[in-house]
């Protein structure tokens, strides 16, 4: 149970740390409109996150008796994903902060709190990223003998869904509080590095189950 909740956990932050365009905007909505606004919109992308942590994990679940006989060679190919994915980021990252790009994707007109949720809803589902990695994940963890449980599943789901609700408040409530101050350059290299290093955490997880 411990183990689901813990991978819940670093999957979930793994994918909501980074600071890209949805983050800078939710900050930057924050900043000028309101918490409740901020933390609506913020709610919206944690939703998404675990919408696409059920599909997911449904998804696992249904094909994992047929992965048996290519237990090793699937769980390699989840680490291989993981870690690239890590790279990916950590590269785009650097490579965006030595160029100091920044993005500004600011509104016209201040959503209501309903408004801000569907809108984040809609733009972080449209991200493939988001459904590719937790799908990684969750067939590199159910690629076992043993099919997790429904608890452990829903553990999972739950605590991924906690996880980037968390981080996703917590940008709002930078946004109320610094304003636009965790969308400088420096500060979207070290969340981008942060979530590099948590997906890889997560590979390694994988691997030691390999061994």
Do not use: C, E, H
Not at 45 to 73: E, Q
Not at 87 to 99: H, N
Not at 116 to 136: E, H, K, Q, R, V
């Amino acid at each position: 149970m411990i183990a689901a909740l813990v991978a819940g956990l670093l999957a979930g932050y793994g994918i909501a740390i980074p600071v890209g365009a949805i983050g800078t905007y939710l900050v930057a909505l924050t900043a000028r409109t309101t918490l409740k606004v901020g933390a609506s919109a913020a709610l919206g992308v944690a939703t998404a996150d675990g919408l696409y942590a059920l599909i997911a994990t449904v998804a696992g679940s249904a094909i994992a008796p047929a992965l048996t006989p290519i237990t090793t060679p699937l769980k390699w190919f989840s680490v291989l994903v993981l870690l690239a994915m890590a790279a990916r980021g950590a590269t785009r990252a650097i490579t965006q902060y030595r160029r100091l790009q920044s993005t500004n994707n600011a509104a016209q007109t201040p959503p209501n709190p309903t408004r801000a949720y569907l809108n984040l809803l809609g733009m972080t589902l449209l991200n493939p990223t988001t459904i590719i990695y937790f799908t990684a994940v969750v067939l590199g963890a159910q690629a076992t003998a043993t099919t997790p449980s429904y608890l452990q599943q829903s553990l999972f789901i739950l605590a991924a869904y906690l996880a980037s609700a968390s981080w996703q408040l917590l940008l709002a409530t930078g946004g109320a509080v610094l304003g636009r101050l965790l969308t400088t350059p420096r500060a979207r290299l070290i969340t981008a590095l942060t979530s590099s290093t948590l997906i890889t955490v997560l590979a390694l997880q994988v691997l030691r189950s390999t061994l």
